[in-house]
């Protein structure tokens, strides 16, 4: 099984007092490139899509999403593991990339964010001219 550790996890979890984490762990994310497209997928399980947020600014990507404490008056718990309150997880975007174009999509719990690469990021062939080999002279002072 692969993991991967988040370098920032600790310093993120001291400045916000916690504040970030999600069931444990940060809010889950997968995030793959296909086809000169990035693709995001955070878990937002039982957050209603009318909490949740999304903002690009100064190449980073901001998710905020809010889980309200359910109306359970006078239940006796017996477990209560859920989070509830305002979570986030902020995504460096590279320049690469065309923030402009972000566009993204709410489905069963999981938020779907697509970001395309610049065309002018895109790797590209460049065409090599032919012409003459003109060999390096090398004049003499004699």
């Not at 359910?70 to 209560?80: D, F, I, M, Q, S």
């Not at 509830?84 to 065309?98: F, Y």
Request: aromatic share 6%; glycine share 8%.
């Amino acid at each position: 099984m692969l993991r991967f550790l988040d370098p920032f996890e600790e310093l993120n979890q001291f400045v916000s007092g916690g504040e970030s984490r999600w069931r444990g762990g940060v809010m889950p994310m997968d995030a793959f490139e296909m086809e000169g497209m990035y693709t995001l997928r955070f878990d937002l399980p039982g957050v209603d899509p009318d909490h949740v947020e999304l903002l690009v600014e100064n190449s980073v990507l901001t998710v905020t999403a809010e889980r309200k404490l359910e109306a359970t008056e006078g239940a006796n718990w017996l477990v209560r593991e859920r989070p509830t309150g305002t979570h986030s997880r902020q995504v460096r975007i590279g320049d690469r990339l065309d923030t402009s174009r972000v566009q993204a999509s709410y489905d069963h719990g999981v938020l779907t964010v697509t970001i395309p690469i610049r065309e002018e990021a895109k790797p590209h062939r460049v065409e090599i001219q032919q012409g003459s080999s003109g060999a390096i002279t090398v004049e003499s002072s004699s």
